[in-house]
């Protein structure tokens, strides 16, 4: 694949046919909703919203997740970005995706497997093996792929548990300034389920996801 025949074909044709547009990017921008989402290519926030460029600020990494607050010394990637999203640019949406067919849910279901060979990811997604845990102590007979997606879909809604645990966030969805929302993204159906935060404790069953 050719990126700079890419580049310019951007140029040429996007650009040169929105320039208005661009133009009035060049100086701000002022995105609505941060999407916290996972770095898998196939989960593309502006197609899912039918958003154009400057609506949408991201985070991306493996498996969705947010460090809460008692790990953010170790993560400035990602809370760097959410203090920005929340206190800068004042979105007024927070929404964590997840997505069918994850592979850092599935790193985190064989972590032990792993943890040798990909001992940064096994790191990182170390924050979520008690939700992987609590899918297993809850449906134990369940079969391993349907424990996967139901990890999947808690480990999105997990996540805004941790984004509760910064003041700066808790106070703004508190006081109904942001929409905190948990989402996700079935890659062969195309179908998209919405989840409201309902609170920080994480009793959640297969009846309500
Ligand atoms: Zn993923």
Redesign the pocket.
């Known amino acids: 694949m050719d990126l700079k025949k890419r580049f310019e074909k951007f140029k040429e044709s996007e650009f040169e046919l929105n320039k208005d547009f661009y133009s009035e990017l060049k100086d701000e921008q002022k995105p609505h909703t941060l999407f916290i989402?996972?770095?898998?290519s196939r989960?593309n926030a502006e197609t899912l919203f039918g958003a154009k460029t400057g609506e949408i600020f991201q985070i991306r990494n493996?498996?969705?997740i947010v460090p809460s607050k008692d790990k953010a010394d170790e993560n400035y990637a990602v809370v760097s970005a959410l203090e920005y999203a929340v206190k800068i640019l004042k979105v007024k949406n927070i929404i964590v995706g997840?997505?069918s067919?994850?592979?850092?849910?599935a790193a985190i279901r064989k972590f032990a497997e792993y943890k040798n060979t990909l001992p940064y990811t096994t790191e990182w997604i170390s924050q979520s093996v008690f939700i992987s845990d609590y899918v297993d102590s809850k449906y134990p007979n369940m079969k391993e792929e349907d424990k996967l997606v139901l990890l999947?879909k808690f480990n999105a809604i997990g996540q805004l548990n941790n984004l509760m645990t910064y003041d700066f966030v808790k106070e703004k969805v508190e006081a109904g300034e942001i929409n905190l929302q948990a989402c996700y993204y079935d890659i062969g159906t195309g179908d998209i389920v919405l989840y409201d935060y309902e609170g920080v404790s994480f009793d959640r069953n297969e009846d309500n996801i």
């Not at 989402?37 to 898998?40: E, F, K, L, V, Y």
Request: proline residues 0%; glycine residues 24%.
């Open positions: 989402g996972c770095s898998d989960v493996v498996a969705n997840g997505h067919n994850c592979g850092g849910c999947e």
